[in-house]
Antibody, heavy 116, light 108 residues
């Protein structure tokens, strides 16, 4: 069974940094591309970033480009999202997801709150 | 950026009846559209992709149609477990993709 478990969320001050992790199991992680998606309170889901299976292909949404960095460690079956210069509008539940289009495997999400 | 607009924002329907949810794209996206269901406190679940290909976890009472800029998700014979928020997702320029703002399907 595909399992994705996010961690690393919490309360951070504006301008601060946070790194989210996503532990994958139940599939051969190194052969799948991965995504980060977030959902701010009362807002629509927002795709943030994509990383190919070997990390050679990476994309970001304009809203986070230059501030967020996606990465992965295939040896540890883990996906990461480093978030810098956080703003109040980055407050959201952050999900890692595999196969957004055909499989729809998502974790349960981790809450990030940006507030002073 | 392709903007997705869902309507209505909230739809009140009685169990056993049918519900029709709409999603409009700001430009043509072919059939590059997926639908997700989300219940409170849960991650979204994929219902449909390619506008009309149903994911294995969902029964035939869920059907999708449309192409270009206009899409519809129809749920017939609504069951209690179908009441949730539904999101559309366009992926014309995958992996860059955008979601609609969601339609809340509530019990009338």
């Amino acid at each position: 069974e595909v399992q994705l478990v996010e961690s690393g969320g919490g309360l951070v001050q504006p301008g601060g940094s946070l790194t989210l992790s996503c532990a994958a199991s139940g599939f051969t992680f190194s052969t799948y591309s991965m995504n980060w998606v977030r959902q701010a309170p009362g807002k629509r889901l927002e795709w943030l970033s994509f990383i190919g299976s070997s990390s050679t292909t990476i994309y970001y949404a304009d809203s986070v480009k230059g501030r967020f960095t996606i990465s992965r460690d295939n040896a540890k079956n883990s996906l990461f999202l480093q978030m810098n210069n956080l703003r109040a509008e980055d407050t959201a539940v952050y999900y890692c997801a595999r196969d957004l289009i055909t499989g729809g495997h998502w974790g349960q999400g981790t809450l990030v709150t940006v507030s002073s | 950026e392709i903007v997705m607009t869902q309507s209505p924002a909230t739809l009140s329907v009685s169990p056993g009846e049918s519900a029709t949810l709409s999603c409009r794209a700001s430009q043509s996206i072919g059939r590059n559209l997926a639908w997700y269901q989300q219940k409170p406190g849960q991650a979204p679940r994929l219902i449909m992709y390619g506008a009309s290909t149903r994911a294995p976890d969902f029964p035939p009472r869920f059907s999708g149609s449309g192409s270009g800029t206009e899409f519809t998700l129809t749920i017939s014979s609504l069951q209690s477990e179908d009441f949730a928020v539904y999101h559309c997702l366009q992926y014309k320029n995958w992996p860059m993709c955008t979601f609609g703002q969601g339609t809340k399907l509530e019990i009338k």
